[in-house]
């Protein structure tokens, strides 16, 4: 019997950052360690090495994310992959020099007024999200974690920071309702959170016009299952995927890699 923290996932737009090579920024089907683990570690309150003023501060910051990283272990259960979206994207951005000539800014403003408008450079990329997908997240601790999962859940309920799916253009659209839980197996910690039961209690708090208008966005099918090798599961692997989301230095963005095992639920997230 092993403690989980669950929680699902879900917004109208969502930015799992894969490989990027050149101006394309691709997403992921699924969400990455690195994103998920980026997000409560926002609700805890940790702050990015990348922003520090000192040294000691950058080194201290960056201790917590490698901890959080390493501490905990993930099983992501996916109902429904969404649509793909591309964007054509254009941003504003100044120089950031380099060696001790190099800018650090705090805020975007401060990227945009920091100097003449002469000196902005305007960048290209196409962006990729998938648009309506929902997940079912369990986490557990690990013998190193840094937090207790009741100490992650209070967090998530009341995060210091802003909560996103991958990046800030994205923001949830639904409560994470995360519950500390004791189960067998991941896949019956997570058995509890499934989009069906999401659509028909907003069908029912919204009326038919509600349910008429959200049900052809979402087609649930059998799930999928995701998860660390060291989770406790009756599921036999399907296949094994190798995946650069483990985070090896946040101040760099540095990832390295992760086995992932997958394998399909039935219907109703039972094996």
């Known amino acids: ?6 929680f699902q996932l879900y917004g109208p737009l969502a930015a ?6 050149g101006e394309t920024r691709p997403s992921a089907m699924t969400p990455t360690k690195s ?18 003023r000192t040294e000691a501060e950058r080194a201290e910051w960056e201790s917590r994310h490698i901890a959080l990283a390493a501490g905990y272990g993930m099983a992501v259960k996916m109902e429904t992959l969404g649509l793909p979206l591309s964007d054509y994207h254009t941003a504003q951005v100044p120089s950031s020099g380099s060696g001790r000539n190099r800018k650090v ?3 975007r403003r401060d990227e945009l007024t920091h100097g003449h408008k002469s000196d902005l450079n305007t960048i290209l990329s196409r962006r990729e999200y998938r ?3 929902f997940y079912a997240v369990a986490l557990w601790a690990r013998a190193n974690a840094p937090y207790t999962l009741s100490d992650v859940r209070r967090a998530l309920l009341e995060p210091c920071f802003m909560l996103y799916l991958g990046r800030k253009s994205c923001p949830l659209a639904l409560p994470l309702q995360p519950e500390v839980k004791s189960a067998e197996a991941v896949e019956d910690a997570l ?11 907003v069908a029912e708090a919204g009326g038919d016009a509600w349910w008429t208008k959200l049900h052809p966005r979402f087609q649930p099918s059998a ?6 090798g060291d989770a406790e599961t009756l ?16 101040h760099r963005w540095h990832f390295t890699m992760r086995d992932e095992h997958q394998a399909n639920l039935g219907q109703g997230g039972q094996p």
Do not use: C
């Open 105 to 107: 800014f705090s805020t």
């Open 131 to 133: 648009q309506d997908a």
């Open 1 to 6: 019997m092993r403690h989980y923290l669950v």
């Open 191 to 201: 058995a509890s959170l499934h989009l069906e039961g999401i659509l028909a209690r």
């Open 35 to 52: 994103a998920v683990l980026g997000l409560v570690a926002a609700a805890l309150g940790l702050r990015r090495p990348d922003t520090a």
């Open 235 to 250: 599921l036999l692997p399907e296949q094994t995927v190798t995946r650069r989301d483990a985070t090896l230095s946040r």
């Open 16 to 21: 799992w950052g894969d490989i990027a090579v």
């Open 223 to 228: 799930p999928l299952l995701l998860w660390d």
